[in-house]
């Protein structure tokens, strides 16, 4: 079974430029949550899709930060424009029932990014 | 809001030695709580987890953790570790609204 995927790997940009992060959950998996791990810190849930539908959304800095999640399957997370604190892991998980909180989350690599 | 208090930041111990790594949570209602490691350059996973029953379970690799609900206490146990279990340890919690929330980590060293 293939894991959870992300790209890009690792990403370096200048304050103020804009960024995007891509994951794709596991097949079937119908939850996917957008996690930003700051260095010395736990995961923080940026934002929780329920199929194509957000579940919670309540520490997305919605100024800066979008996410989407078109047809139930692949995400994307943007930042527009990126902050100095923005520099993190952000961490794609998926579970296959996310209302089902017995759920198993499966993480995928990660995406380091470094703001300049 | 809910919380998570991993209060061992990093652990050091030697190999063979037993371990026991404190998690306490804050929230009123009913829990479900998970232990995720990270090894060294490898992707977070589950390590055990706990939802009803018995409030002692079993996991990967020798773990254990004991639910104690009075106490709002989850602590992860090993009686001999061993220096490939040096990674990185995170206490979960998920509530029945499905919120998740992680601890901020304790780092793990096991010296041979």
């Known amino acids: 079974e293939a894991g959870v995927a992300q790209s890009p790997r690792y990403k370096i940009i200048e304050k103020r430029q804009s960024v995007a992060f891509w994951c794709n959950p596991i097949?079937?998996?119908?939850?996917l949550y957008w996690y930003q791990q700051i260095l010395g810190q736990g995961p923080k849930l940026l934002i929780q899709f329920q199929n194509n539908g957000v579940v919670d959304d309540s520490q997305l800095p919605k100024d800066r930060f979008s996410a989407e999640r078109l047809k139930g399957v692949d995400s994307t997370l943007k930042i527009q424009p990126a902050k100095l604190e923005d520099s993190a892991v952000y961490l794609c998980?998926?579970?296959?029932?996310?209302?089902?909180?017995?759920?198993?989350?499966?993480f995928g690599p990660g995406t380091r990014l470094t703001v300049l | 809001a809910q919380s998570v208090s991993q209060h061992n930041h990093h652990v050091i111990l030697s190999e063979a030695a037993s371990l026991e790594l404190g998690c306490n949570y804050s929230?009123?209602?009913?829990?479900?709580l998970f232990w995720y490691v990270q090894y060294p350059g490898q992707h977070l996973q589950l390590l055990l987890k706990y939802f009803s029953g018995d409030p002692l379970v079993k996991g990967i690799k020798g773990f254990e953790a004991e639910f104690i609900k009075s106490k709002f206490s989850f602590n992860l146990r090993k009686p001999s570790v061993q220096w490939s279990d040096t990674a990185e340890y995170f206490c979960?919690?998920?509530?029945?609204?499905?919120?998740?929330?992680f601890g901020d980590g304790t780092t793990l060293t096991v010296k041979p």
């Open positions: 979960a919690v998920l509530t029945n609204a499905g919120k998740s929330t």
């Open positions: 998980a998926s579970s296959f029932n996310g209302g089902a909180s017995t759920d198993t989350q499966y």
């Open positions: 097949s079937g998996h119908a939850t």
């Open positions: 929230y009123g209602g009913t829990v479900n």
